[in-house]
Every structure is written in structure tokens, then in C-alpha cells.
């Protein structure tokens, strides 16, 4: 059948989805795929919350829209008091847009007009991680650090520096311990900034977990401690970006409160509506609000979409969800459950090196070769050939990775719906566990 869509991949059209029902996505032809990945950590209720439902055709009902130029709305006026009530310390105010990209823009042009304000030009350079994936727009795209993103836009994109990303089973060296690694990587954040120069870098960003490019890497302990008392000694901003980790995804609201720190911006959106309406977020603390309102007043930037009221109303209803119906307690179990299930599937299996993660945000990382943790040839496109077969057999997962640059290899994100039962555990992993065996059985 042709198509008018121009398609992420226009060699492929893919099935399409009529149907949602629980943790599950109904094709036209009436197959089901368990969404072990939320699409992309983004579907956290299901695809079928009667609560968010009926919230969105309440909403509709009285107002779908009015433009944030003109008007303020009881759901975006809602949402926000109740995002800042179980926000990290520091946090006061709320800008909403429409998705995580657009979080991320909004949070590196706030950093840059915060110190504008202050009378501080000269702060215009933003360092990042390698091996991150904060977006697509191209402000977004020059921090993240994933190479094959963003080879052939490299024209476009504004300067940004990058450091090593905090990932243990890689990069920590037989004679050190974990808390020597996470200061030893930490400290690459401090030489940068003596290189760019101090007084001239605004802002460091990071994901508190990393997702896109990694499969679910939590830094270890003590690292984003020392980052924070880093950028708090050199006066740069800290942008948490929790787009894929946050609103719950690792089994507290936000990743963050895991590490004892808090950002000065943290961009959200995932999570946040649960892919029942795109909206995203970033939380604003108070010193940043504060420049601004005692500045110019005026925050110079603004999307025809943000606040959108049925947007908001969505997310109000998710949010209370994950809290009414105690879902952090499930994701906490079901996490472990997980982490517990491909742990005992694959303890020996020859080429998955590491399996890890927090919550219902976890990864399973391919290599070659167990005892070097060689990856495979990007040539060979394992984790292409595992997302593939896993959706030929009704499962949902997000494989990333190739070594590009490099990078690390293969890997295979999960982020069940926090919905997810035992029972659906067990299918993940079973399903899974077929699809390695088919992949590998047909590479010989
Ligand atoms: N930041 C992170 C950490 C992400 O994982 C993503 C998307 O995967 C984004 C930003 C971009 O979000 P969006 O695709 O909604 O623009």
C-alpha cells in the first residue's frame, strides 16, 4: 500500500496501530505487540487509562486551547503547582512546551539570558556528555553527544564541548573504585571549563540516567555530587535533562533525587503525559525566575503550543495516576522483577556483557566477546536485527548503538509501562530471550 507520509525510514512502511489495550498496541491485521519500551520511555500508564481519558474529553469539552500569549488556564495553572509540590529542592516555576527537544532549546536559551541578565555576556559555552542524547532541533542536537546523530548537521550546530559520560562497565580501570572513577570523570567537567575559561561557560547538561545512547547507565555514586560542586564553584548552570528518565521511569518521580543533588533547570516530558498528549516541560529554579523577573521580565523565547490546555489536563491526570494508584511501588518491583528475570535468562550468555539499570529503565548491553568487551562490528547492525525480529514476534524494545566513533555497541532499552505485571515480566523476557536466540542462530 502506498503512502503519503513521509515515513522515518522511507524503504519501510510500517504496520499501522489501531488499537491500544493495557500494555499492548493492536495492529490492522489484529496482532498485538507488548510494549516493553513504552514506544520510547514514554507511555507509563498504557495505552488505555480510562483516568487520562476521560480528563482529555472533560477538558476538550470546556477548552481545548487558548494561546499562552493571551490567557493562563486552570489545567496548566494546575499542573504546574502540582509539579512544583513534588519537585527537586530549588525548583519554582514551570515552563511548559511540547516535547523534549523543545525542553532542552528552552532550558540552554534560558541558561544564556539568565546570565544575560546578570550582566554576564561572556557566559555563552555549554558542555555536554559523550554518548548523550538530548534532541533533535539543532540546539538539542549540538549538546547531545551521539555522533551519528549529528555527523551530517555538524555545519549547523552551535559550539558545544563534550566530556566523558560517567559509564562503569566501560570506562572504570581495574585499580580504581567506583567512587575514584565517578571523581576522576567528574573532574573532566572542572579542566573544561579552565580550557573554555571561567566566566565564559553557562551551563553543563547531562541526563541523570542515560538512555537514548546507552540503555539505562546510572552514573555511580559520589559523581553527580562532585558535578554539582563543580559547576556551584565555577557559577555554571546545571541542566538535568530527565526527558527519558524522569516522571517516575527509575522508580522515584525524578532520577535525580537518587544522587542527592538538584539541577538549577531539569527539562521533562515523557512521562509527563504518557503519550497521551505531547508535552514537555522544564522546571525553573528560583534564582533562575528570580534574574528574569527582576531583569527584563521577559523570558525571550515561546512556542504557539505550550501550556496547551488538553496538553496539560493529560498530564495532570497522569501525574495523578502514578501517585493515587501507588505506581512507584510497582515500578520498584516490577524493576527488580525485571533486572532479576534477564539476570537469570542471561547470566552466561556469550554476548551480552552487562544488564543493568534502575526502576522500569533498563538495559542489556551486546558484545562480542564477554571477557574484552569487545562490541561487535557496527557492520553487523545487531541491534537492528534484534528490534527487527523482536517486533516480528510482538515484542516492543528500543535497540540502540553500533560503535561509532568509538562509542559503545549494541544495546537494548526497556521501559515497560509501570502498569507492567509479573505475569508480562515474564513474556518480556521470554519474548526476548527468542528473539537473541533467532538473531544470533541466523548470524552463525
Ligand atoms: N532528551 C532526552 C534525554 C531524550 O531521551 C529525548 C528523546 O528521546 C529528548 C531529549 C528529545 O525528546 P523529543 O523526542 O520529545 O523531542
Redesign the pocket.
Known amino acids: 500500500m502506498s503512502s503519503h507520509v513521509l515515513h522515518r525510514n522511507s524503504l519501510v512502511q510500517p504496520p499501522r496501530a489501531v488499537a491500544g489495550d493495557g500494555i499492548y498496541i493492536i495492529d490492522a491485521n489484529g496482532k498485538r505487540y507488548l510494549d516493553a519500551s513504552g514506544g520510547?520511555?514514554v507511555s507509563c500508564l498504557g495505552h488505555s487509562d480510562p483516568d487520562v481519558r476521560a480528563a482529555i474529553i472533560e477538558q476538550v469539552g470546556k477548552l481545548a486551547y487558548a494561546h499562552s500569549g493571551f490567557f493562563s488556564s486552570d489545567p496548566m495553572e494546575e499542573l504546574a503547582d502540582d509539579l512544583i509540590a513534588h519537585a527537586p529542592a530549588g525548583m519554582e516555576k514551570v515552563y511548559f512546551v511540547s516535547?523534549?527537544?523543545?525542553?532542552?532549546e528552552a532550558a540552554l536559551k534560558m541558561a544564556r539570558q539568565y546570565f544575560l541578565e546578570l550582566g554576564e555576556p561572556d557566559r555563552k559555552f555549554v558542555i555536554a556528555r559523550r554518548q548523550s542524547?538530548?534532541?533533535?532541533?539543532l540546539g538539542?542536537l549540538s549538546v547531545g553527544g551521539n555522533m551519528w546523530r549529528r555527523r551530517q548537521f555538524e555545519p549547523l550546530l552551535i559550539d558545544a564541548s563534550h566530556v566523558s559520560p560517567c559509564y562503569a562497565y566501560r570506562d572504570q580501570q581495574a585499580n580504581e573504585t567506583a567512587e575514584q572513577y565517578g571523581l576522576r570523570v567528574a573532574n573532566e567537567l572542572e579542566e573544561a571549563i579552565l580550557t573554555l575559561g571561567t566566566g565564559r561557560v553557562a551551563a553543563f547538561v547531562a541526563?541523570p540516567v542515560v538512555?537514548?545512547t546507552s540503555g539505562a547507565v546510572a552514573a555511580v555514586p559520589g559523581y553527580f555530587k562532585r558535578i554539582r560542586e563543580i559547576c556551584d564553584r565555577y557559577g555554571v548552570l546545571l541542566i538535568l535533562?530527565e526527558?527519558?528518565?524522569g516522571m517516575g521511569r527509575t522508580g522515584t518521580l525524578h532520577a535525580i533525587e537518587q544522587e542527592g543533588i538538584s539541577g538549577d533547570l531539569q527539562?521533562i516530558?515523557?512521562g509527563l503525559g504518557a503519550g497521551y498528549q505531547p508535552i514537555?516541560a522544564v522546571l525553573v529554579s528560583g534564582k533562575i525566575d528570580r534574574a528574569i523577573a527582576s531583569g527584563s521580565g521577559f523570558f525571550q523565547h515561546g512556542h504557539t503550543y505550550q501550556g496547551h490546555a488538553t496538553a496539560c489536563a493529560a498530564a495532570l491526570a497522569t501525574q495523578r495516576a502514578i501517585r493515587d494508584r501507588d505506581l512507584l511501588a510497582n515500578v520498584n518491583i516490577q524493576g527488580e522483577n525485571l533486572q532479576n528475570a534477564l539476570t537469570a535468562q542471561f547470566a552466561n550468555h556469550p554476548y551480552i556483557g552487562d544488564i543493568r539499570g534502575r526502576g522500569l529503565f533498563r538495559g542489556v548491553e551486546f558484545v562480542a566477546d564477554r571477557a574484552t568487551k569487545e562490541p561487535f562490528d557496527p557492520a553487523r547492525k545487531i541491534n537492528a536485527k534484534i528490534k527487527k525480529t523482536a517486533f516480528a514476534n510482538g515484542l516492543m524494545c528500543y535497540p540502540m548503538g553500533g560503535t561509532i566513533d568509538g562509542q559503545l555497541g549494541d544495546h537494548v532499552l526497556f521501559a515497560p509501562p509501570y502498569i507492567v505485571s509479573d505475569e508480562q515480566i515474564g513474556d518480556i523476557v521470554s519474548l526476548f530471550a527468542k528473539t537473541v536466540d533467532q538473531v544470533f542462530a541466523a548470524e552463525g
Do not use: L, R
Open positions: 520510547a520511555a516535547g523534549g527537544s523543545e525542553a532542552v542524547y538530548h534532541g533533535n532541533t538539542a541526563e538512555g537514548a535533562d526527558v527519558m528518565c527539562t516530558a515523557k514537555g
